[in-house]
């Protein structure tokens, strides 16, 4: 009996169109901070800084406003010219570059096989039997008596040498070989 085959056709972008989706988020971050960081370059006569709040939240009172006139709406238009740029730039690479197509085939399932069996049947460990768990939990257990007994060995032999009353003499140092000296005689 031939095997059913199912197809589908699975889209990847190119490299450049990668490329314009990473200038276009950056300048969508750029909006982000453009909209929501405030503003605080604002000098009044005296010289203090005056903040002047965000695009998003400009000052309300009519001092804040008389002061700050209309800085908050040029970071409110810097935002709006970021995600402007970003989107369209994520568009036009995504036009110019396109993507990759290609068709893979599997194995069809058949819909009235599976309609009877619950979900979980197709896990593969549901399958397995429960005294696997025990198996394992066995597996640990030993390997876990073996690390305790290399332990215990190590520190023994550590213990066996911080009991040995050994004095240790330094060498002698060696003199130089003066060969020549023999020759002059």
Request: some cysteine; overall charge neutral.
């Given at each position: ?37 405030p503003v605080t370059g604002v ?87 429960r005294d696997r768990r025990q ?27 911080d009991d040995r009353d050994v ?19």
């Open positions: 009996m031939p095997e059913d085959l199912e197809t589908r056709t699975v889209m990847t972008p190119r490299t450049g169109t990668k490329i314009c989706i990473l200038i276009g988020l950056a300048f969508l971050v750029a909006a982000v901070y453009f909209y929501f960081v000098r009044t006569d005296s010289g203090s800084v005056f903040g002047c709040g965000t695009a998003a939240n400009p000052a309300s009172s009519t001092f804040a406003k008389g002061t700050c006139y209309r800085v908050t709406d040029v970071e409110k238009y810097r935002a709006l010219a970021s995600a402007a740029i970003g989107i369209l730039t994520i568009v036009l690479g995504a036009v110019m570059f396109g993507v990759d197509r290609r068709t893979e085939t599997r194995r069809a399932r058949h819909t009235e096989a599976y309609a009877d069996r619950p979900r979980s049947a197709d896990r593969r460990w549901d399958d397995e039997p198996d394992d939990r066995e597996d640990r257990e030993d390997r876990d008596e073996r690390d305790r007994e290399a332990r215990d060995r190590d520190d023994d032999r550590k213990h066996d040498r004095v240790r003499t330094p060498r002698p140092r060696r003199s130089p070989r003066r060969d020549w000296d023999d020759d002059r005689d």
